[in-house]
């Protein structure tokens, strides 16, 4: 393999990564290009690590290095509330407000009937399932202020309410159409306070 194929390889990889567009990933390939091989190594390493190491905790789906999560492990949460989020970004986006202390669960997406995604290929499933065996009292919709969040807050409302737990679902004040993750934490931990029962 020349220089320049293996080069390019590593453009081609860099610029597939979600943000990296042709400039970044040249600045950042000449960067590694420049580092010693301790410092690609570690990247490497880090990138391998996640891959292994990283799984789906199997109770609540957030990500996990053990079978359960640390929030789910936690025993100083409270355990009577379950926040539904659609991806484990959203975990990490709530508990950077530090206003909510109970338990998630990462539904794994969002029901979108443009991309033939319904509860079925989500983890609601799971979700029920808690429902009837954890002593939950709430549940807090917190999937992203846009149409498909929108949808699916109403289906999880319609088939949780039954059950006779409160459901309710962040107050308004979020950007609308945007996501969770880029929220701002004040915003986003009043949204999670001033919560309305749906
Ligand atoms: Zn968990």
Redesign the pocket.
């Not at 109770?59 to 957030?62: A, E, K, S, V």
């Given at each position: 393999m020349t220089a320049d194929h293996s080069l390019q390889i590593l453009l081609d990889e860099l610029g597939r990564l979600p943000g990296i567009g042709p400039k970044s990933a040249q600045r950042i390939a000449y960067y590694l290009l420049e580092s010693d091989v301790e410092e690609a190594r570690r990247l490497a390493d880090a990138i391998l690590s996640v891959k292994e190491q990283v799984h789906f905790?199997s109770?609540?789906?957030?990500y996990?290095t053990g079978d359960?999560?640390a929030?789910?492990e936690d025993s100083t949460r409270d355990t009577t509330r379950i926040c539904v989020v659609g991806e484990p970004r959203d975990v990490t986006a709530i508990e950077r407000t530090g206003s909510y202390h109970g338990l998630?669960h990462v539904l794994g997406g969002v029901i979108s009937p443009m991309d033939k995604i319904g509860p079925e290929q989500l983890h609601v499933r799971e979700l029920l399932a808690r429902l009837g065996t954890e002593d939950i009292h709430e549940v807090i919709i917190a999937t992203n202020p846009n149409i498909e969040g929108e949808t699916t807050a109403s289906y999880l409302a319609r088939t949780i309410k039954p059950l006779g737990i409160e459901v309710s679902r962040l107050a308004s004040g979020l950007p609308v159409g945007g996501d969770l993750e880029y929220a701002d934490e004040l915003t986003l931990g009043r949204a999670i306070e001033a919560r309305r029962t749906l």
């Open positions: 905790c109770r609540c789906f957030n996990a359960e999560c929030i789910c998630y």
